[in-house]
């Protein structure tokens, strides 16, 4: 495959995307640029028209920057838009609701942004450390932070419920109605609207870096060594 998205500037490295057919060819190259930072993809996911959203973090002399990158992507790799957002923090990573709707979220902030990359509003997390972040029922949030604290989130950042479960968190999902978490030991749980724990499912050793996947009635868990 050959890669030619973006000529040498001198500057530290840009991430590109690139587009291919069934059968393994490249249909299109796109670069993710702004000025001479560095940039890294940090999220991607596909909107209900089939475009790409792509968020990518900043780096500039080695140091991450709390600006940020996010362009919505046409299937024939055209830019539909493409903006630079102010952030308290680095940013983490990003999630997609059904309408399309964006949560940003860099260590202790949301940005919630329109279809179009207009920004919503934005909310701080009290000083906790978001590591993970999933849309919930009802154009809510729900996030887990680094010491394993769950919390529910509105829009417009008024804390509905916070929770704790035993293990560190590794990934969340809302699913067919049911809110779960997967704990690195290997314990998925479904949580209540408040946050308990409702039932939980051991599927055993090997999720130290698990990953919960929804696809339509199916629920994928990746783990490592089982």
């Known amino acids: 495959m050959a890669g030619g998205a973006i000529d040498d500037d001198g500057s530290a490295g840009h991430a ?80 997609l609701t059904a309408g399309d709707t964006i949560a940003f979220y860099s260590g202790q902030g949301v940005i919630i942004a329109g279809p179009a990359g207009d920004s919503l509003s934005f909310f701080s997390t009290n000083g906790a450390f978001v590591e993970k972040l999933v849309w919930d029922v009802g154009q809510t949030l729900m996030t887990s932070t680094w010491n394993v604290s769950l919390s529910r989130w509105s829009m417009d950042g008024a804390m509905i419920a916070s929770g704790t479960v035993a293990g560190s968190v590794v990934d969340m999902a809302s699913w067919r109605g049911h809110r779960l978490v997967l ?44």
């Open 183 to 226: 704990s690195s030991n290997g314990m998925l749980r479904s949580l209540d609207v408040d946050l308990v724990v409702t039932d939980s499912l051991d599927l055993g050793d090997g999720y130290g870096y698990g990953k919960l996947l929804p696809v339509g009635d199916l629920l994928i868990a990746a783990g490592g060594d089982h």
């Open 16 to 95: 590109f995307l690139v587009g291919l057919g069934a059968d393994g060819d490249t249909l299109w190259e796109h670069p993710m640029t702004y000025s001479y930072a560095q940039t890294s993809v940090q999220g991607l996911a596909t909107t209900g028209n089939g475009d790409l959203i792509a968020s990518a973090f900043l780096v500039d002399c080695d140091m991450l920057l709390s600006l940020f990158l996010a362009e919505r992507i046409a299937p024939d790799g055209s830019t539909v838009w493409s903006h630079v957002f102010h952030s308290n923090d680095p940013l983490h990573g990003m999630a």
